[in-house]
């Protein structure tokens, strides 16, 4: 029995991290599980604090997305060694870049109080700096691509936003949040199409790598995102009253999108 569940934990769990291989339907159900959970926890604990998850706590969050995802980059890089560079493969980085935004938002505002937020934010962006610097010091093949993401992926979440709520009229994009949550994952079908169409990477995650292949182009990501995106977000809208979870819930999907579309990019980009 010991012997039984010791390999099904170490096929499911522990061979990913230390191989960095794709997810399988075993480890992607429990992941999602587990982030539901640590959003609950932390809609408590900031409420415990008296920390108001707003619209503009959520944008200066999105420094520490971007430290992230440069963070795991260092990893793709071959930056850092065993063992240290576990830490830096999904999952294990998400639970290391959560303990440390929680520590610089809970440090920064006991020292700043109600005016943290800037110092906050500044703590992210000095973070990402260092990664970039360090990344830098590795060089950049293709360019190209971070300017080629940005404005495929600037242009499409244009279109829809306009399509969605101009002529489809659904009004719960009127949000700015909301619109973010588009921009975000459409720089993720972008970084994902450049990757796999014309850099031949693969996709690590099961439902997307199904519909790759039974599609046989990337491009299926554009219209994957948008059939579970908007349904969502429109829950989101109409289901969530509190505005401290339904602000939490919107930072995690848009987490969801923006660091995989960066940390893509920055791979891509680097040529790693």
Do not use: C
Request: hydrophobic share 55%.
């Amino acid at each position: 029995m010991n012997q039984t569940l010791s390999s099904f934990i170490q096929r499911y769990y522990i061979d990913p991290i230390i191989y960095d291989t794709s997810y399988n339907p075993v480890d992607t159900i429990t992941w999602a599980l587990i982030l539901g959970l640590a959003v609950l926890g932390l809609i408590r604990l900031l409420g415990r604090t008296g920390v108001a998850v707003d619209g503009k706590l959520v944008l200066f969050t999105l420094p520490y997305i971007l430290a992230g995802s440069s963070l795991r980059v260092i990893e793709d890089a071959d930056l850092v060694a065993a063992p240290g560079r576990y830490l830096l493969i999904t999952p294990l980085i998400f639970f290391l870049v959560f303990l440390i935004t929680a520590a610089s938002l809970f440090i920064t505002r006991r020292i700043w109080k109600e005016n943290f937020h800037y110092r906050y934010a500044a703590v992210g962006f000095i973070w990402t700096a260092f990664n970039l610097a360090l990344l830098a010091s590795k060089g950049v093949e293709n360019g190209w691509v971070i300017v080629a993401v940005f404005f495929m992926g600037s242009g499409l979440a244009a279109g829809i936003i306009l399509l969605v709520q101009h002529v489809l009229q659904l009004g719960f994009l009127e949000e700015g949040l909301s619109r973010m949550i588009i921009y975000a994952h459409m720089l993720d079908a972008s970084s994902t199409y450049l990757g796999v169409e014309w850099f031949f990477y693969h996709e690590k995650h099961v439902l997307p790598t199904y519909l790759i292949d039974l599609t046989g182009t990337a491009a299926v990501m554009f219209p994957l995102k948008l059939a579970v995106l908007l349904p969502v977000l429109y829950m989101v809208d109409r289901s969530l009253q509190e505005p401290s979870l339904k602000n939490l819930t919107r930072l995690t999907l848009i987490t969801l999108g923006l660091a995989p579309a960066v940390r893509n990019t920055l791979r891509l980009a680097m040529g790693v």
